[in-house]
């Protein structure tokens, strides 16, 4: 009955949740979620430091909580950019892995696939770790896996949409012709649309408004760990094969006055 | 000496080095990394780095973000 882990390059993780560190109401609420959803991998963004800021670093709040911290290269819309902030989270946390996002524009936030490719080859060339934020192409994906990538992260629907997964059937695709972790990233909205991830055979989920924009975050967070759990054990259950008509369970045979 | 910092013009005295900047900028050094004119300068050349007229610097550290 037992799981087996999920491998991010040298890394094997018993959590298939991935949690964000942005948007929660507030700092404890965040940590809280955290503890609720019992990840083992938070993502940071990196940003300018403002002098005269107090208070405990979220670099020290997330070691003190004995998490893997992914630096993501946000806010990127080149691939230099996303090379040049990926370098900097690797000299700023001492992590070779990166989450690679090269957003196409403002209005989508899209992946720029021809920037990804470019920044994922160049990190994978400097002994990064990259796990990189795609679109659901199971032909964009397989090239990034081509090229090196540790793991890949296909979209659900937009960022911070919670639209749930718009697309089973590529995302399916893409699992199907992966030899790496696939982990959805962005776009999930509850906990069912968790499940769904994990009854297609994907290896793990990436969410952050789910969890800090729920009315209950944390609440959501146990309903995400637990949503997980359910479908990922659905999928090693294998399920039964769909069928167009109805087929009665209980046997016809012995039925009285027939 | 006239220099950029984190997008700021700022008046820096000459000799300034990288590690006196961010001392100055950063209150937990811990977790920042730093990049001149678009090339990372790691930490342990923070203190024979010296920060030249016209220079383009960025001081980061892990924020929030997903």
């Not at chain 1, 992260?153 to 919670?162: D, K």
Request: charged share 20%.
């Amino acid at each position: 009955m037992s799981d087996t882990a999920l491998r991010i390059g040298e890394l094997e993780l018993h959590s298939r949740v991935l949690l964000g560190s942005a948007t929660y109401p507030s700092t404890q609420v965040m940590l809280d979620c955290l503890a609720a959803s019992e990840t083992e991998m938070v993502t940071v963004a990196l940003r300018r430091v403002s002098p005269g800021a107090e208070g405990e670093s979220l670099y020290g709040l997330l070691r003190a909580a004995g998490v893997h911290i992914l630096p993501n290269t946000a806010g990127c819309y080149t691939a230099e950019d996303a090379v040049l902030t990926a370098q900097l989270g690797r000299e700023a946390i001492g992590t070779a892995l990166v989450k690679l996002e090269v957003i196409a524009d403002d209005q989508t936030l899209l992946p720029d696939a021809t920037g990804l490719l470019q920044a994922a080859e160049e990190l994978v060339r400097d002994g990064f770790t990259v796990l990189p934020y795609t679109n659901d192409d199971p032909v964009l994906a397989r090239k990034l896996e081509d090229i090196g990538c540790a793991a890949v992260m296909p979209l659900a629907a937009p960022i911070g949409s919670g639209l749930g997964v718009r697309n089973p059937h590529n995302l399916s695709l893409i699992k199907e012709r992966a030899d790496v972790p696939v982990i959805v990233d962005a776009g999930l909205g509850t906990a069912s649309d968790v499940a769904i991830v994990f009854e297609l055979g994907c290896d793990g989920v990436l969410l952050n408004s789910a969890v800090a924009r729920a009315g209950d975050p944390v609440l959501m967070a146990r309903a995400v760990r637990a949503a997980a759990s359910a479908g990922r054990d659905a999928f090693r259950a294998r399920r039964m094969s769909r069928k167009h008509h109805a087929e009665a369970s209980t046997p016809a045979k012995g039925t009285p006055w027939r | 000496m006239r220099a950029k910092v984190n997008g700021a013009e700022r008046e820096l005295s000459p000799g300034t080095s990288v590690g006196a900047l961010v001392n100055e900028m950063a209150a937990d050094a811990k977790a920042v990394a730093v990049a001149i004119n678009r090339a990372v300068v790691p930490r342990k050349e923070w203190s024979a780095v010296q920060v030249q007229e016209g220079d383009d610097i960025e001081i980061i550290a892990p924020f929030h973000g997903g």
